[in-house]
């Protein structure tokens, strides 16, 4: 069950860096047993980044003169700033209270701050505890303590590769750095496990996939500096986030599917799948703001990796709150998640450009027990029309033009109808696949 | 008048081939004396397929013991099954039963149904028939009669070639291969023979025409195979069908004016000439089903051929019944077509591309007796304009860009007018061919 | 005061040629010294066309036989037809009716109608007038008197030249041509008076600017054949007319802005900057009917210059009467037209095409104070988002692909936004301008 391991790995102390990281994905490692960890040391160079200090924390709180605790992160880790540096000191509710970050607004909830690359410490509560802290006055004497260590270590990722009869490469990735938020991306984490599952069990694949778990921004940014003769062979990837709340599906197209102003394949692919699974996702263009495909996508990598959630970042009342809990995500919609990805998974797998062998006029379907010998009625039935499509934009020559997911498209037949067209005109001989497609390794 | 025409060529038993198929071309021979009819012997290969055996009828009916006739072709063609093979038994209604189609919710309608290329045979009824028939209890005998041979002959197509100043050729054609159908396709027959009636008494023709009436698919993928020569100086076609009825024009664009996403030029053309006549067609996107376009728009051939209907196969109640006789199509609409098809090809007689002479600045109409000679009116007069937009889409060197149908189109002038005004500026030497239009053989 | 200039303009005897032209030219030379009046000789070839006869006036009516002036062009200067020849004569009604033009359903507006290129006179008189004088009776004799010279002289069209940093060219043109019409286009004339004004205070200017006045088509093309060097600088241009009026702005895209399916960057340049202004422009077409960018946009110069108006010419009522008077245009509406235009140079001063040097992977902003540090907020500023979208368009290599417009456009975000944030990540060494770029002389 996807939501018992969200669960499991919910309280977990996640950041950028540090032992959470690391229990997270020893977690995933019970289920997906190629997994490995990587390390990278604090203070090596990725791209234009370093590799930030390690952050990690045993206790953090604010206690009355009498000790009594007011706010604890062992209670809830989002009570402590991710990244605050140590603290220990006895301090007057002024100088206390720029140290704090509430929710007007969401007076109940608890905030999500961070202090990445800054020098600094807080705390975040319910404005609700705010305010009754501000009733006490402004001579209130508090104690607060932040147990935690911030200094040279690694960042740590988690990557799953499935080798395929090509190194053409998928890429499936999941910011695994938020503490305690569940759609946020306990959801991606655990639908990309998921994935990275089913496709282990399968015995052939025609592309590498990778599944990379790891922090934010740079995270990315160090995966793809550690990765240098692997992004040239990256074809396609996705960006798993917020796919466990009640929401449908958006799907933030890739840069190049954007800027090109053509759909890439990924996009496409993402396109008929849910189209078929009778979705009807919010597609969207690319914007250089959001989760990693901000990375992936910067000018130079530019890479066709799109982001596919249900409710996107922002869009939800409980976003980077203590609301986004496991309430808030079900089994039901992680599962359907999984499927989805599946089916575009399997889109990619069998897309490919054609060749008609008898391309002048129509080949004679019938001879070859391909066609209903009963003529005359006016709607052939959807395998018939699949190989008509199939047929009618398979190229003339070598020359690649459509693929079948734009047979897809353009019929308006299900892909699973188009696959299946395919396989039968190979099989007659009918269709063969592009020289230039049948020398790649697959 | 084109309907008693149709009405001459109604009962004639078409099918596949055969002699229906030679008596109606012999029909359309009085008025179309250089029409030829080609007999391709059976057997003969054609691209993918052979020539099928040739079918003929004499009498077919089922009669009861009694020897009453409770089904006979001689009071309607339909009720025989095309390319039935012969049968002469006395049978049991459970056996007789499989042979028998009807469409039970249109129970006094009868179907239409063909076996080509398979080895059966079978009678089309009226449902209210046959649920008479079944009422007779599963123990009734019959006696069924199909006095029909099927054997090596050959396949019967009809041409006219018109030649013209080139060899680019103009391909229109009309599938004859339906029995006792009115709109389908009685009226594509009679509206090609009335135009290339009209075609045929103009003195000068820049294209060379050709109108086919061949038999649906195994026709069109005859004549492809016969006129090797000819396909590639195919540069416009239309399919005729369906255009007697009572509907507006529906026009499916050829295939690479669907898949290069830029209409064709036949498009184009059909698209401002029935623009022009205050027509608003529904205009479709290739599919690789339907009509004879589906061979000329296979991938290897890809011609640029529309097709050009009223209300489209399928999507009319009567469509492949009996209902579908002289009653369904009127004189004014056959007309109205013929009339359409001609404006069409006076626009493609006429389009070209032009170069201006004088292409800086305006040239000086005026001094040309081409311009009112008193200004200040807001809106110049439909002749101005044509010649200032036909001035302005010309192009300044002999690089071919916008034709004449392109400069109808943006300055939603009809292209009469915009014809005209070439004419005028030519005339006075402010524009003339592009040396490549001229060089072409017209 | 805008206003007060085109007041002090309206009375000029403004035509295509002589002393009216002059003195408007005198009257803009107080606010922009550097204006050069050019004088180009009767019968000068100019492309297609030749500099036409000078016509000038000294005083045109209609009188009875008791010497009443009935229609005095001393009192409203649009009672003369343009181009009138001489005429002193006594005439009866008959042969007077003749050679008067009114507008019937406008009864209380003289028309604005002139004789250019042809060998005749008119009066143009309200319709009430125009009664008033048929009741008199077919007998009634009228004496008719045009005091004017038309033979050789020059056209006279003004030009400021304001120098940049490169001799690529902005033209800024309007027709100076109309007598006492203040909208059409007194409001261009001043419009584009104090749009040089401005720019010439400015110390730094990229481009090189030329304002032209010049009566409209002739006009044009005889600074078209005047300047043949200047042509292939030209860039960017605006035809300016009909600015003064209370509507909103309509905008016509430049010829190959139109033609070639993507707006040309001066098009972008007015999206842009009316858009940051709150302004939803009517943008239209290039059409070869209209203003003088019939001439810039005619095939073989094909001159990226659109038409900025507000109410176009032909769509208000008072277009081409009388009634285009000083009461028509607003000092408001005339100085907006300034500021819009101004913000529309800006745009284009400002626009670039930039190279990314950190292209793979974000920069890290952070470390160049150019980032808050404390994450975790949905939405950033503005700030940060224009230089997210800057980074992520700028070309990753030497190969142009997106302008600051299209970040503008693409982002939303004010282009002033994005113009800040090059200027900053420029500072900063993330972004430079591609090379081309750099070696034009700007």
Redesign the interface.
Known sequence: MLHDLAARLFPLRRSLTGNGVRATLAVLTERLPSLVQHEVTTGTPV???TVPDEWNWRAAWIADEQGRRLVDADVHGLHLMGYSVPVRRRMAWPALKSHLHTIPDQPDRI????????D?WGFCLRHRTFLDLDRRGEDAIYEVCIDATRGPGALTYGEVVLPGASDETVLISAHVCHPMLANDNLSGVVVAAAVAEQLAKRGARRYTYRFVWAPG?VG??TW??ENEEVVPTIRHGLILANLGDAGGFTYKQS?PGT?NDAPAEVDRAVGVALRDAGERPDVR?F???GYDE??Y??????LPIGCFTRTP??EYPE??TSADDLTLISEAQLQDAVARLVDVIDVLEANRHLR?R???????L??RGLYR????H???PTQQ?AM??T??????DETA??DLIAVAE??GLPFAAIREAADLLEEHGLVERLRSERTRRF
Not at 297 to 302: A, L, W
Not at 358 to 364: A, D, I, S, T, Y
């Open positions: 791209l234009d980044w905030p999500y701050r961070t202090a990445y690359y800054a600094t921004t990315a940014i793809l500096a840069r800027f263009p914007t250089p703001y901000r990375q996508g910067s000018t130079g990598f530019d970042y922002g976003y980077h008609a008898v391309p002048h006029g129509e080949p004679q019938g001879r010998a009963l003529g005359g006016p709607n052939a029309m008509l499509w047929l009618n934009m398979a190229a003339p033009r459509f353009r019929s």
